[in-house]
């Protein structure tokens, strides 16, 4: 269960970083984007260095014997490490992405370089923090990323209950997805006509996203 939660949080950061790209007018920002990329490179930086101890002490739980009270108590503290390892990992994943869009605005090669560089070693935690699960819960037998056949695996895993529970989160996040879509084309729309400055592109670009999303989803069921 702990696992799916994980999953649906990482699925809802994602898309929120793709429409953090699209939106941004990154073109028009007036501020010394150099500095701003150096400074996204700390955060990232610092975002490691908290997984780091989160790690460690994710680490530390798993190793402890405990029965009874302290056990559950040990699982608790367990489950919320996870939470906060989960949402640094993404976290520094989606500030590396921001500041790569920065270093290619600025094209400075190194900034570009390092920013690539960044943006992998923050993704490759989540391959870390799905060996601190493996070993959290080893009766699990929890797919690796890489797997080809991933979500089928990890539904298989999964009982009645953890795949109510994950159809219930990916729903919510498909509606808020249409919605989110909707407005922001809408928004950009409205940013258009008050700036003079046409944001076509961007409309037509989530425009086309939205209808895939939609059909991937009408099909993928029917095909059911």
Known sequence: MNAIKQYTISGVIGFLIVWAIILIPFTKLGFPITMVTISLFVIVIISWIYNFFVAKHINKLINNELEGD?????EDKLSK???EYS???NAGAIISVLALAFAMIELSLILITIAIV???ASYTLSSYMMHLMKKAYPERDLPDHS???YSKKLLEISDEGERYLMLEGLYKVYQFANAAFLFAIIGI???SVVSGDSQLFSMIVISIILLIMNGM???SVRNK
């Open 70 to 74: 302290a056990e559950d108590e040990a």
């Open 87 to 89: 949402f640094s990992m």
């Open 118 to 120: 960044m943006t992998i």
């Open 217 to 219: 989803y009408a099909f």
């Open 147 to 149: 797997d080809e056949d």
């Open 81 to 83: 490490k996870f939470y």
């Open 189 to 191: 729309a409205l940013y």
